[in-house]
């Protein structure tokens, strides 16, 4: 045990780390009001706030707005300056930024089964598409296949088998910020998973239908969000898989989440779900899938942008870029859901519950610890219920007696693979599965 790593503990009482209204609309007044108030039409942009954002907005100040007519967009109402935003329709998150809006949930807000849409991490890379109708949604499937597609999400749903999974996204750079020396990006520590029910039809019964040519080795993947620059045309993401993972029957085309749309910030009213693999393969929003005779180059499919050393390196060691390989699979990996840590519990006995996944396999057992690893406690585990799905386990600890105790949580695939102790440090701070340790104080 290296006593200098750092411990993967959430502040639980620390709850949302807002963003203050006024610096948020100093930049970009129309963006904030789509953030703090929800869609904002094309419309809505030259002029005023209505529909669903003056809704949001109404229902905020506790009272209809009656001039909201002469109200311009962009204009933080003076009752709300004093308030700290949220984003709506999500729930307990931390809000890293808002331009990219990237936010992560609490540990502890993770413990349902079945992640609900208030409570999905979100990660952006750029600024939400203008137009979100699910109407008028076209996907374009072309590139090396025998017959182009361009299909609305009404043909999707006539022309496919529909179907609902749980399966988990987790953010490549989960984790990160527990790394040292630290590496740039998001600071996430535990909550960029989530494990929502997503509804759609497979990628590859698409990629099927349009004939998947003998050449073709990868998949790219294009979204609707634009560039943080604002140039036109220029993409914040562009990811794809190698053609044999995008042929899994779990990858969906989804238009659902949760028995409902899927949330603006987690990709409305389309995108792709790769479970398994780092959540940049998921593309939101998207509109064009086309098949590649070469391995993607789109924006972060290059340099080091998910990509790790192909061999072990020192924590703070420099790597040439060449010696970067992509990621494919995501480790094995657990989270405590449940008690929150640094909590106060009386008497000897505590039911402990949470999650586990494992990229493309499953998860064969989890065992507990709460005597820094001398010992192990096996949990019970309850298997996917579909593949992908995270699985849950839940055992109730007894402790010998009073005083401040950790929980470690250990959770081995079924290819014998464990999370270890310490960070697999890499530069760019992605894949981190290392145990998650949570503090109790018996009383
Ligand atoms: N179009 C688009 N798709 C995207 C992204 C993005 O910025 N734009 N971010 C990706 C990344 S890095 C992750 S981790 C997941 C996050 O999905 P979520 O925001 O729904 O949780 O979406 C992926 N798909
Ligand atoms: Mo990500």
Same mark, same amino acid.
């Given at each position: 045990?290296?006593?200098?790593?750092?411990?993967?503990?959430?502040?639980?009482? /620390?709850?949302?780390?807002?963003?203050?209204?006024?610096?948020?609309?100093?930049?970009?007044?129309?963006?904030?009001?789509?953030?703090?108030?929800?869609?904002?039409?094309?419309?809505?942009?030259?002029?005023?706030?209505?529909?669903?954002?003056?809704?949001?907005?109404?229902?905020?100040?506790?009272?209809? +707005?009656?001039?909201?007519?002469?109200?311009?967009?962009?204009?933080?109402?003076?009752?709300?300056? &004093?308030?700290?935003?949220?984003?709506? !329709?999500?729930?307990?998150?931390?809000?890293?930024?808002?331009?990219?809006?990237?936010?992560?949930?609490?540990?502890?807000?993770?413990?349902?089964?079945?992640?609900?849409?208030?409570?999905?991490?979100?990660?952006?890379?750029?600024?939400?598409?203008?137009?979100?109708?699910?109407?008028?949604?076209?996907?374009? +499937?072309?590139?090396?296949?025998?017959?182009?597609?361009?299909?609305?999400?009404?043909?999707?749903?006539?022309?496919?088998?529909?179907?609902?999974?749980?399966? *988990?996204?987790?953010?490549?750079?989960?984790? @990160?910020?527990?790394?040292?020396?630290?590496?740039?990006?998001? /600071?996430?520590?535990?909550?960029?998973? !989530?494990?929502?029910?997503? %509804?759609?039809?497979?990628?590859?019964?698409?990629?099927?239908?349009?004939?998947?040519?003998?050449?073709?080795?990868?998949?790219?993947?294009?979204?609707?969000?634009?560039?943080?620059?604002?140039?036109?045309?220029?993409?914040?993401?562009? @990811?794809? *898989?190698?053609?044999?993972?995008?042929?899994?029957?779990?990858?969906?085309? &989804?238009?659902?989440?949760?028995?409902?749309?899927?949330?603006?910030?987690?990709?409305?009213?389309?995108?792709?779900?790769?479970?398994?693999?780092?959540?940049?393969?998921?593309?939101?929003?998207?509109?064009?899938?086309?098949?590649?005779?070469?391995?993607?180059? !789109?924006?972060?499919? %290059?340099?080091?942008?998910?990509?790790?050393?192909?061999?072990?390196?020192?924590?703070?060691?420099?790597?040439?870029?060449?010696?970067?390989?992509?990621?494919?699979?995501?480790?094995?990996?657990? +989270?405590?859901?449940?008690?929150?840590?640094?909590?106060?519990?009386?008497?000897?006995?505590?039911?402990?519950?949470?999650?586990?996944?494992?990229?493309?396999? &499953?998860?064969?057992?989890?065992?507990?610890? +709460?005597?820094?690893?001398?010992?192990?406690?096996?949990?019970?585990?309850?298997?996917? *219920?579909?593949?992908?799905?995270?699985?849950?386990?839940?055992?109730?600890?007894?402790?010998?007696?009073?005083?401040?105790?950790?929980?470690?949580? @250990?959770?081995?695939?079924? /290819?014998?693979?464990?999370?270890?102790?310490?960070?697999?440090?890499?530069?760019?701070?992605?894949?981190?599965?290392?145990?998650?340790?949570?503090?109790? @104080?018996?009383?």
């Amino acid at each position: 045990m290296n006593p200098k790593s750092k411990p993967q503990q959430t502040e639980p009482q /620390q709850g949302e780390r807002s963003v203050d209204l006024f610096e948020l609309y100093a930049e970009d007044p129309i963006r904030a009001d789509e953030v703090v108030f929800g869609r904002v039409s094309e419309s809505d942009r030259r002029g005023f706030l209505r529909g669903a954002g003056l809704a949001t907005m109404g229902a905020l100040l506790g009272a209809s +707005i009656p001039f909201h007519r002469n109200m311009p967009a962009g204009l933080i109402p003076e009752a709300l300056a &004093a308030k700290k935003i949220s984003i709506q !329709g999500k729930d307990g998150l931390t809000v890293y930024n808002d331009r990219p809006v990237n936010a992560e949930t609490p540990v502890h807000l993770l413990n349902d089964d079945v992640t609900p849409t208030a409570r999905h991490f979100i990660r952006n890379n750029g600024v939400l598409p203008a137009d979100m109708d699910a109407g008028k949604w076209k996907l374009t +499937i072309d590139g090396l296949v025998d017959k182009p597609m361009t299909l609305s999400i009404a043909d999707l749903k006539k022309n496919f088998q529909v179907v609902t999974e749980k399966l *988990v996204i987790e953010c490549g750079g989960n984790g @990160r910020g527990f790394f040292d020396p630290p590496a740039k990006g998001n /600071q996430w520590t535990l909550g960029a998973v !989530g494990c929502s029910e997503w %509804t759609g039809v497979r990628l590859a019964d698409v990629l099927r239908a349009a004939g998947v040519k003998k050449n073709a080795i990868y998949t790219a993947h294009v979204g609707a969000d634009t560039h943080l620059s604002g140039k036109p045309g220029k993409l914040p993401i562009s @990811r794809g *898989v190698p053609i044999e993972k995008a042929m899994n029957p779990h990858n969906l085309i &989804a238009f659902g989440m949760n028995g409902g749309p899927l949330h603006t910030m987690n990709g409305a009213p389309l995108r792709l779900v790769v479970p398994g693999w780092p959540g940049s393969c998921s593309q939101k929003w998207v509109t064009r899938v086309y098949l590649r005779d070469k391995v993607h180059d !789109g924006p972060k499919m %290059t340099g080091t942008a998910y990509r790790v050393p192909r061999y072990p390196v020192a924590p703070g060691q420099k790597v040439p870029t060449k010696d970067f390989e992509i990621i494919h699979a995501m480790p094995v990996k657990s +989270i405590i859901t449940s008690p929150a840590t640094r909590g106060t519990h009386q008497g000897r006995e505590l039911a402990v519950r949470g999650h586990a996944w494992a990229g493309d396999n &499953a998860v064969a057992k989890v065992d507990l610890s +709460i005597d820094f690893g001398a010992t192990w406690i096996s949990t019970d585990l309850t298997s996917p *219920v579909n593949r992908y799905a995270w699985q849950h386990f839940s055992k109730k600890i007894k402790f010998p007696q009073e005083g401040y105790y950790e929980i470690w949580a @250990r959770a081995t695939d079924d /290819q014998g693979r464990s999370q270890p102790f310490e960070i697999d440090w890499n530069p760019k701070g992605y894949l981190n599965n290392s145990m998650h340790r949570i503090s109790v @104080r018996v009383a």
